[in-house]
RNA sequence: GCGGUCGUGGCGAAGUGGUUAACGCACCGGAUUGUGGUUCCGGCAUACGUGGGUUCGAUUCCCACCGGUCGCCCCA
């Protein structure tokens, strides 16, 4: 037997319902925030990434999906969804639309070379936002609103805006500097993995849970502290905006993002739930000022966050909230008989072109069993045809929840039942 | 990539170094020859993750691998 590759999952029915259900609130939410999809493929030119995410980040160095075409060209399956949008910006030239910032949003599987665990796959999907050619911290504020408001309006309750400011490049090189000459002194107290990120990216050291009682970490200068005036000021108007929309979140100093191209702006959501593991971080998302020229496209400065949908579900299920799904059917119809049976095709199809929900038995079950099908599929209605209703063009409607029967002719059937329906539901 | 733990029919779950591997759910049929959700009776199933090894004999013991899961790393 072949099973799917490790970190991947079908799924099933069940499961679609959810995710279905969860993709068209997400959409609606977009259109509410006026963004717009953006679907890109779902492989890149690896230099993308190289470029874009960076060089040093755990995802291109060993988590990447990459391989060579028959035409010797190096590929990767994209591990996120913001270097491919800003790709497409740059490549369509969007920055030249008249209406600005660019508001885009995508849904779509990304792919990572880890361990899988729950909340960890190889394949996994993230809802994603971008929003491109403003510098407004309102549209940061924007941004996180959304993403809180995906949640919330999903029914989630335990959550948590962490907040933290990455400064600009001027304050993260000051406040780099003020890090390695902090920890140099204690590098060979420090785990293996600190003593690398202390030449490479110090400001990691902080975020190490090995080292976390390490005397030095509780004296390490935040990047806080280091804000100039532009990255200082600009995080005051995020949290003022975040407070004005009532939006509450607490600061954490020693938030880092896992990619290379943010600034100012870092954010995560995070489950409270109980039951949720070792993977609390919903979803992720900061500014990135600077990726858009990197990847040659004029000076634009952006922001987006991305949201993992497997984690959005495991999250509704640690909560206990239930999806609204209707998993009903209008219609089921019974035949008895082979010439019932022949007209039962005829009806079925008759109702379904007039957009009823309907199906019948392809089992050759017998008359009760056909019932028990109808109960089990949460039939509405249940259409009976046997011989003697053939011989008298009539057939007979029963309601499900009611019980209650009545023969109807059969040239009615389209008509009674639409009305049925569209009266009885919503 | 590292460590712990687990892997029995569609699902859940017992169990043993040795003839036919429990049980529950689900499913099918009957009681009720054209009317569902209850009850009772009966029936069904390609089941011991894969490959080696030990043994007269392994689902059971050992090893490796694969997969799940938990934790680390890191993130979504």
Redesign the pocket.
Known sequence: MI?VP??TQDLLPEETEKWQYVEEKFKALCRTYNYQEIRTPIFEHTELFQRGVGDTT?IVQKEMYTFNDRGDRSLTLRP?GTASVVRAFVQHKLFGNPTQPTKLFYIGPMF?Y????????RQ?V?FGVEALGSADPAIDAEVMALAMNIYEGLGLKSLKLVLNSLGDNESRTNHRDALMKHFEPHKEELCN?CQVRLDKNPL?IL????DKDHEAMKTAPSILEYLNDYSQNYFEQVKDYLDQMGIEYVIDKNL????DYYNHTAFEIMSNASGF????????GGRYNGLVEDLGGPETPGIGF???V??LLMALDAEGVALPLDNSLDCYVIA?GDNAEKKAVELVYTLRKAGIQVDKDYQG?????Q??TA??LNAKYVL?L????LANNVV?V?D??T?E?KQIRIADIETTLEKLVTGGTN
């Not at 880890?114 to 796959?121: L, T």
């Not at 880092?256 to 990619?259: F, P």
């Not at 046997?386 to 209703?389: K, L």
């Open positions: 099973n490790r970190g755990d996120e990572r880890e361990r899988p665990q729950q909340g960890r796959m996994f993230q993995d990691r975020d190490c849970k090995k880092v993002r896992g990619l593991g070792a993977i609390t971080t919903l979803s992720g991305a949201l993992s497997e984690r008895m079950k017998k008359f009760k069993a019932f028990k109960d089990r009976i046997g011989e003697e209703e007979n029963k499900m929840a019980g029967q």
